[in-house]
């Protein structure tokens, strides 16, 4: 079992930048895949970005394009969102989900562990 744990979640002004952080209870397999997915009221979960512990590749979904940025630190066995240019519609409970595989990394049924989540609030 992998017990993740999110946090760094906020209320944030658009414009505005949070970095998330996530926590594995311990290493994952180094075919194990890091994903970050985010649920706003009344709306599907959305796929947002996923890395692997080496680094590549990393795919982002395309409204968070060249605003956000994943990154992990190895030796804390933690992976960080880094959240630029926030936007209202950005506003979402976000959660980290880790993987046996990149196949079908956008489909949050592909994820054998999640977090709880931290709200992510994002004013206009």
């Known amino acids: 079992q992998v017990q993740l744990v999110e946090s760094g979640g906020g209320l944030v002004q658009a414009g505005g930048s949070l970095r998330l952080s996530c926590a594995a209870s311990?290493?994952?397999?180094?075919?194990?895949?890091m994903g970050w997915f985010r649920q706003a009221p009344g709306k599907e979960r959305e796929f947002v970005g996923v890395?692997?512990?080496?680094?590549?590749?990393?795919y982002y979904e395309d409204s968070v394009k060249g605003r956000f940025t994943i990154s992990r630190d190895n030796a804390k066995n933690t992976v960080y969102l880094q959240m630029n240019s926030l936007k209202p519609e950005d506003t979402a409970v976000y959660h980290c989900a880790a993987a046996s595989k990149l196949r079908g990394y956008m489909n949050g049924y592909n994820y054998d562990y999640w977090g709880q989540g931290t709200q992510v609030t994002v004013s206009s």
């Open positions: 890395t692997t512990w080496s680094g590549s590749p990393t």
């Open positions: 311990r290493r994952t397999g180094s075919n194990y895949v």
